[in-house]
């Protein structure tokens, strides 16, 4: 069993930055492919940012976040994070990070059977 802990959510001002951190309770991190999501009120859950396993570590980004976001992942510390910069009020979410072991270009919300907690993000306007 993974469990994912998210944290460093919070409340920014728009055009500021944030940085997610998400701790994976498991022995063999750099087999999982890590992801973040994201969901707003009323709204379906949303990509946002992925990594594969060690087999390559490619990343992928959602339109809305290419340039802005940044995916990065320390296997010696089983996290992934998420930087997050130039942050805009529709940026506001909860943001969910996501695990799933050997799950490569995975970038869609059925490829990946951990999840964490979430952690919200808003950002005023």
């Known amino acids: 069993q993974v469990q994912l802990v998210e944290s460093g959510g919070g409340l920014v001002q728009a055009g500021g930055s944030l940085r997610l951190s998400c701790a994976a309770s498991v022995r063999t991190f750099s087999r999982y492919s890590m992801a973040w999501f994201r969901q707003a009120p009323g709204k379906e859950r949303e990509f946002v940012a992925a990594i594969n396993w060690s087999i390559n570590s490619r990343t992928y980004y959602g339109d809305s976040v290419k340039g802005r976001f940044t995916i990065s992942r320390d296997n010696t510390k089983n996290t992934v994070y998420l930087q997050m910069n130039s942050l805009k009020p529709e940026d506001t979410a909860v943001y969910y990070c996501?695990?799933?072991?050997?799950?490569?270009?995975?970038?869609?919300?059925?490829?990946?059977?951990?999840w964490g907690q979430g952690t919200q993000v808003t950002v005023s306007s």
């Open positions: 996501a695990a799933e072991q050997f799950g490569t270009d995975a970038l869609r919300v059925f490829e990946y059977h951990y």
